[in-house]
């Protein structure tokens, strides 16, 4: 036993004291009738004597004091720690690199329990750190400082966004053999790395070593995948094991808002799992950044570039059959699949979408209103490509006549050509021909191909040829080695046409064979958005990174510029910390598990110690504090009533028992109780919605769907007790079927793609409609229509829930819809509104058609895709958990505003529309005789 308060146990002198006054008791005053005046006299005065304490008596009393100075003398049982084994300096080396930053806080108190060991023992220690450290130099003479100095350079240690460098530790740890140490203490983080050999052997040169190991449960990665196109966004990493693991990888956007939470198994024995996110490509686009919940770590953060965005890209049919392989759009879908979400079809029903690229092979654009429409569409911003073939180059028709496309003989942009074109085409054998096929020249500095290699094997045998002219070069981005141009290029109003002078296909040129079209296709489609590819050889300086916990910030002083063609064979490091690097219209992100494939478990480098098997410390002062105060118990409250015979009572018995309790609940050491969250409601509580007016939701059978339900209609009672005279309780979540909706003025439906609803259910929600009920019925979606200029229906809905509305909805009482405008009596029940967003802005809202006079003019029911509960959600904390897209937080205020008009709406009817007869009615009331 040892004591952190030694100076305390002088209290011990005061025993002698202690029985010197408590040795003698005086005896119990005797109870005597008194007698009258006369006979005081008589009595004649006896001789008191004290009586001495019963030795039991006296032992108990110097037990509690005892106990009492020892307690404050804070004794310590100590444990079996292996930094108090030996004798001599104690080496602590601990792994701070990325994987250990998800436990940190649990290193940290290992070491500090270490620390402690060592301190007792009057064992200096020295610190090593095994990641490589930003702007330092290391020194060959380390020495063992005390305890209480290197406790403060612990405290100081972080653990660092890149990995360990065992290798370079180990050169340290060889200049320490002329040292002696009398322990050796390795906290690993268990991941292999290719220095481990030669770290192993210069640690156990330096004696025997304790590993303490802590379990790989944490020891995971998130790495970005290299081939862009579907759904799978990032792989999780991690080392395998014999159970399946379950995660949660959640989308953040730029200002931390969550966009998704998608669950990922790891199957058992299995290293790595694909990470998919289904979402709208407008939605998708937004995501910045990939995390895993509860571990926070760079390894586990994963930041977006705009080369992992997906950019639209209509492909405008030709209106005829695409023969399978030779087709005009075979090539195109190859090379643009991975990298941009396609849409194929019409001009008008590609450019009712937005897009950010519009491709037109040969003969797509002969139709002149076709080229308006275009023209319009590049007018306001679009990139037009256009590829060269027999119709361009001024190929007679069957019948003789000149194809549309040459009508106008200026071939001006008012013919979306970048550039004037000679008639006829160049090809081997024909009148403007050449020898042999002509291969492509190096690109220009200037040219947003600069960087790209042409192959040695891509010829061109035929092409359009553009009419010379003075400003030629400056249209040209590329150009074959003869010097003729291959892709030309013009401004139109704020938008931008391009034209490859060979076809789509192979008929002209193997360049769609090779990857250097795909290449050039996605240059193009990363200029349409604004987005500068750097030169290999260009610097760009970190704008952005992340510490080793993966909080983003700004670059710390020591991190350096990156060439553009090193991020694809560069580590993270402390020049080169894991961030987003370059100008903002071309952002390069660096990764902390670029080049993570596997993890592998690290091989023992000694002794290993499981931190969750050490005995630690245990305080006993608590216990002696204790001890005493049972006896000042026994001394000061039974002793008593023993000797005046009360003990036998059964209210004595109680007193004392709860007097005993009252004092172990003082002495014992207090744990403060977690309180436990608000239990998610459940089943409407019929006497709680009839006191008071509550707002509910349908229960879905999806935690999360119905989470967000209760913290959307909170957020938004919230908003409304705020704001108005009404008072809004909690929300409930009912079951239509069995719960009463009698009590509740607005019932919110979200449909998700498994939505159904039995005949009892449509049953209660159209009588709880008709008598004055309202119905919202959100589909959650995002507006992406499909094209038809006149579609009515609901087309932002997310996928799969329209089939789910038109299901679960079969036999509920609809009225005729109609959609709503500004005119409606929702858009000003309270605040005056002219958009109504939820999540997504712009999707249509239905209602009833006015004139329903069954019920007072009122709409008993609302359907939309806006996912207001989304943005209504407040958390426990207070916070909205969810981004909105696109408005952000002005958005977000015009949900709440319109979800109060809603509510008010549900609460009060048509009475606003009620005051445009008021001054007929004063009129009227004037008239009156």
Same mark, same amino acid.
């Given at each position: 036993?040892?004591?952190?308060?030694?100076?305390?146990?002088? !209290?011990?002198?005061?025993?002698?004291?202690?029985?010197?006054?408590?040795?003698?008791?005086?005896?119990?005053?005797?109870?005597?009738?008194? #007698?009258?005046?006369?006979?005081?006299?008589?009595?004649? #005065?006896?001789?008191?004597?004290?009586?001495?304490?019963?030795?039991?008596?006296?032992?108990?009393?110097?037990?509690?004091?005892?106990?009492?100075?020892?307690?404050?003398?804070?004794?310590?049982?100590?444990?079996?720690?292996?930094?108090?084994?030996?004798?001599?300096?104690?080496?602590?080396?601990?792994?701070?690199? $990325?994987?250990?930053?998800?436990?940190?806080?649990?290193?940290?108190?290992?070491?500090?329990?270490?620390?402690?060991?060592?301190?007792?023992?009057?064992?200096?220690?020295?610190?090593?750190?095994?990641?490589?450290?930003?702007?330092?130099?290391?020194?060959?003479?380390?020495?063992?400082?005390?305890?209480?100095?290197?406790?403060?350079?612990?405290?100081?240690?972080?653990?660092?966004?890149?990995?360990?460098?065992?290798?370079?530790?180990?050169?340290?740890?060889?200049?320490?053999?002329?040292?002696?140490?009398?322990?050796?203490?390795?906290?690993?983080?268990?991941?292999?790395?290719?220095?481990?050999?030669?770290?192993?052997?210069?640690?156990?040169?330096?004696?025997?070593?304790?590993?303490?190991?802590?379990?790989?449960?944490?020891?995971?990665?998130?790495?970005?995948?290299?081939?862009?196109?579907?759904?799978?966004? /990032?792989?999780?990493?991690?080392?395998?094991?014999?159970?399946?693991?379950?995660?949660?990888?959640?989308?953040?956007?730029? @200002?931390?808002?969550?966009?998704?939470?998608?669950?990922?198994?790891?199957?058992?024995?299995?290293?790595?799992?694909?990470?998919?996110?289904?979402?709208?490509?407008?939605?998708?686009?937004?995501?910045?950044?990939?995390?895993?919940?509860?571990?926070?770590?760079?390894?586990?953060?994963?930041?977006?570039?705009?080369?992992?965005?997906?950019?639209?890209?209509?492909?405008?049919?030709? *209106?005829?059959?695409?023969?399978?392989?030779? !087709?005009?759009?075979?090539?195109?879908?190859?090379?643009?699949?991975?990298?941009?979400?396609?849409?194929?079809?019409? %001009?008008?029903?590609?450019?009712?979408?937005?897009?950010?690229?519009?491709?037109?092979?040969?003969?797509?654009?002969?139709?002149?209103?076709?080229?308006?429409?275009?023209?319009?569409?590049?007018?306001? *911003?679009?990139?037009?490509?256009?590829?060269?073939?027999?119709?361009?180059?001024?190929?007679?028709?069957?019948?003789?006549?000149?194809?549309?496309?040459?009508?106008?003989?200026?071939?001006?942009?008012?013919?979306?050509?970048?550039? %004037?074109?000679?008639?006829?085409?160049?090809?081997?054998?024909?009148?403007?021909?050449?020898?042999?096929?002509?291969?492509?020249?190096?690109?220009?500095?200037?040219?947003?191909?600069?960087?790209?290699?042409?192959?040695?094997?891509?010829?061109?045998?035929?092409?359009?040829?553009?009419?010379?002219?003075?400003?030629?070069?400056?249209?040209?981005?590329?150009?074959?080695?003869?010097?003729?141009?291959?892709?030309?290029?013009?401004?139109?109003?704020?938008?931008?046409?391009?034209?490859? &002078?060979?076809?789509?296909?192979?008929?002209?040129?193997?360049?769609?064979?090779?990857?250097?079209?795909?290449? +050039?296709?996605?240059?193009?489609?990363?200029?349409?958005?604004?987005?500068?590819?750097?030169?290999?050889?260009?610097?760009?300086?970190?704008?952005?990174?992340?510490?080793?916990?993966?909080?983003?910030?700004?670059?710390?002083?020591?991190?350096?510029?990156?060439?553009?063609?090193?991020?694809?064979?560069?580590?993270?490091?402390?020049?080169?910390?894991?961030?987003?690097?370059?100008?903002?219209?071309?952002?390069?992100?660096?990764?902390?598990?670029?080049?993570?494939?596997?993890?592998?478990?690290?091989? /023992?480098?000694?002794?290993?110690?499981?931190?969750?098997?050490?005995?630690?410390?245990?305080?006993?002062?608590?216990?002696?504090?204790?001890?005493?105060?049972?006896?000042?118990?026994?001394?000061?409250?039974?002793?008593?009533? +023993?000797?005046?015979?009360?003990?036998?009572?059964?209210?004595?018995? /109680?007193?004392?028992?709860?007097?005993?309790? $009252?004092?172990?609940?003082?002495?014992?050491?207090?744990?403060?109780?977690?309180?436990?969250?608000?239990?998610?409601?459940?089943?409407?509580?019929?006497?709680?919605?009839?006191?008071?007016?509550?707002?509910?939701?349908?229960?879905?059978?999806?935690?999360?769907?119905?989470?967000?339900?209760?913290?959307?209609?909170?957020?938004?009672?919230?908003?409304?007790?705020?704001?108005?005279?009404?008072?809004?309780?909690?929300? @409930?979540?009912?079951?239509?079927?069995?719960?009463?909706?009698?009590?509740?003025?607005?019932?919110?439906?979200?449909?998700?793609?498994?939505?159904?609803?039995?005949?009892? $259910?449509?049953?209660?929600?159209?009588?709880? +409609?008709? &008598?004055? *009920?309202?119905?919202?019925?959100?589909?959650?979606?995002?507006?992406?229509?499909?094209?038809?200029?006149?579609?009515?229906?609901?087309?932002?809905?997310?996928?799969?829930?329209?089939?789910?509305?038109?299901?679960?909805?079969?036999?509920?009482?609809?009225?005729?819809?109609?959609? +709503?405008?500004?005119?409606?009596?929702?858009?000003?029940?309270?605040?005056?509104?002219?958009?109504?967003?939820?999540?997504?802005?712009?999707?249509?809202?239905?209602?009833?058609?006015?004139?329903?006079?069954?019920?007072?003019?009122?709409?008993?029911?609302?359907? *939309?895709?806006? @996912?207001?509960?989304?943005?209504?959600?407040?958390?426990?904390?207070?916070?909205?958990?969810?981004?909105?897209?696109?408005?952000?937080?002005?958005?977000?205020?015009?949900?709440?505003?319109?979800?109060?008009?809603?509510?008010?709406?549900?609460?009060?009817?048509?009475?606003? /529309?009620?005051?445009?007869?008021?001054?007929?009615?004063?009129?009227?009331?004037?008239?009156?005789?």
């Amino acid at each position: 036993m040892i004591f952190l308060a030694p100076f305390a146990l002088l !209290g011990l002198l005061t025993l002698p004291l202690v029985w010197w006054l408590v040795r003698a008791t005086p005896p119990r005053p005797r109870q005597q009738v008194f #007698p009258p005046v006369k006979l005081l006299a008589t009595l004649k #005065p006896r001789q008191t004597e004290t009586a001495r304490s019963p030795l039991w008596l006296l032992l108990v009393r110097l037990a509690a004091v005892t106990l009492l100075v020892v307690g404050l003398a804070r004794p310590v049982l100590p444990g079996h720690n292996v930094a108090q084994q030996g004798a001599g300096p104690v080496l602590l080396v601990i792994d701070n690199g $990325m994987f250990s930053a998800a436990d940190w806080n649990t290193r940290l108190t290992a070491a500090h329990n270490l620390l402690d060991d060592a301190e007792r023992a009057k064992r200096p220690v020295l610190l090593l750190s095994t990641a490589p450290e930003a702007e330092t130099s290391v020194t060959e003479n380390h020495a063992p400082l005390p305890a209480a100095q290197v406790r403060q350079h612990l405290n100081a240690l972080r653990p660092e966004p890149w990995q360990v460098d065992r290798e370079t530790t180990a050169h340290v740890l060889e200049h320490l053999t002329t040292q002696t140490f009398g322990s050796v203490l390795y906290l690993a983080d268990g991941i292999a790395t290719p220095g481990d050999g030669v770290f192993t052997h210069a640690l156990q040169n330096l004696g025997s070593v304790r590993e303490v190991r802590f379990p790989p449960k944490n020891a995971v990665a998130l790495a970005p995948v290299v081939e862009k196109g579907g759904n799978v966004m /990032a792989r999780l990493v991690a080392m395998p094991m014999a159970a399946p693991r379950t995660f949660n990888a959640i989308a953040h956007t730029q @200002d931390g808002g969550t966009l998704a939470v998608v669950p990922v198994t790891l199957p058992a024995q299995s290293g790595h799992a694909d990470i998919s996110v289904s979402l709208p490509v407008t939605i998708r686009n937004r995501i910045d950044s990939l995390t895993l919940a509860g571990i926070a770590s760079a390894a586990t953060t994963t930041l977006m570039d705009e080369s992992s965005r997906l950019h639209p890209v209509g492909l405008l049919a030709s *209106g005829g059959a695409d023969t399978p392989l030779v !087709g005009s759009l075979f090539y195109l879908r190859r090379a643009l699949a991975p990298s941009a979400e396609l849409h194929e079809g019409t %001009p008008t029903s590609l450019l009712s979408r937005p897009l950010s690229v519009l491709i037109a092979p040969d003969g797509t654009l002969a139709d002149p209103e076709t080229r308006e429409k275009v023209r319009e569409w590049v007018k306001n *911003g679009g990139t037009l490509i256009r590829f060269a073939g027999p119709a361009l180059a001024g190929a007679q028709h069957d019948d003789g006549s000149e194809p549309p496309e040459r009508e106008n003989p200026q071939q001006t942009t008012q013919d979306l050509l970048p550039v %004037p074109l000679l008639d006829g085409a160049r090809q081997l054998g024909g009148s403007m021909t050449w020898g042999t096929p002509q291969k492509l020249a190096a690109f220009d500095a200037t040219s947003p191909f600069a960087g790209l290699t042409p192959p040695n094997d891509v010829t061109v045998s035929r092409q359009v040829l553009a009419r010379p002219s003075a400003t030629l070069t400056e249209h040209t981005w590329a150009r074959l080695a003869d010097g003729t141009p291959l892709v030309t290029h013009a401004a139109l109003g704020k938008g931008e046409i391009v034209l490859f &002078h060979v076809s789509s296909t192979t008929d002209w040129s193997n360049l769609p064979l090779s990857g250097l079209f795909v290449s +050039m296709l996605q240059r193009l489609t990363d200029h349409a958005n604004g987005v500068s590819v750097p030169a290999d050889d260009a610097i760009l300086q970190p704008a952005l990174t992340l510490d080793g916990a993966g909080v983003a910030g700004p670059p710390p002083p020591y991190a350096r510029g990156l060439k553009a063609s090193a991020f694809a064979t560069t580590n993270v490091s402390p020049a080169h910390p894991p961030g987003l690097y370059g100008p903002t219209s071309g952002r390069r992100a660096l990764n902390t598990a670029d080049h993570i494939a596997a993890l592998y478990p690290e091989k /023992a480098v000694g002794i290993i110690t499981d931190p969750a098997g050490q005995q630690p410390d245990v305080p006993l002062g608590r216990f002696c504090l204790l001890a005493a105060l049972v006896l000042l118990l026994l001394d000061g409250v039974l002793i008593p009533l +023993m000797r005046k015979g009360l003990l036998a009572s059964s209210r004595t018995h /109680a007193a004392t028992w709860v007097m005993g309790g $009252m004092l172990l609940g003082l002495a014992a050491p207090a744990h403060a109780a977690d309180t436990p969250p608000p239990a998610p409601q459940g089943t409407s509580t019929v006497p709680g919605a009839a006191l008071e007016t509550r707002l509910a939701y349908v229960l879905t059978g999806h935690n999360d769907v119905d989470e967000t339900s209760c913290q959307g209609l909170q957020g938004l009672a919230d908003f409304t007790n705020a704001r108005t005279s009404a008072v809004l309780g909690h929300p @409930d979540g009912v079951h239509p079927e069995t719960d009463d909706l009698a009590y509740y003025p607005l019932l919110y439906w979200p449909i998700t793609p498994d939505a159904h609803a039995s005949p009892a $259910m449509i049953a209660a929600l159209n009588r709880f +409609m008709a &008598h004055g *009920g309202i119905l919202l019925i959100d589909t959650q979606g995002q507006d992406t229509p499909d094209g038809s200029a006149d579609d009515t229906s609901f087309a932002g809905d997310a996928p799969g829930t329209r089939a789910a509305l038109r299901r679960a909805t079969t036999g509920l009482t609809v009225p005729p819809l109609v959609t +709503m405008d500004d005119h409606h009596l929702l858009a000003h029940t309270f605040y005056l509104l002219h958009d109504f967003p939820g999540r997504y802005a712009g999707n249509p809202i239905w209602v009833a058609r006015e004139g329903d006079a069954g019920n007072d003019e009122v709409s008993p029911i609302i359907i *939309g895709s806006a @996912d207001w509960a989304h943005a209504w959600a407040v958390d426990s904390s207070g916070n909205t958990p969810f981004a909105v897209i696109p408005g952000g937080a002005e958005q977000r205020l015009l949900a709440y505003r319109f979800g109060l008009n809603i509510v008010i709406y549900a609460l009060t009817g048509s009475y606003k /529309a009620d005051q445009v007869h008021v001054p007929m009615l004063l009129k009227r009331l004037e008239d009156r005789p």
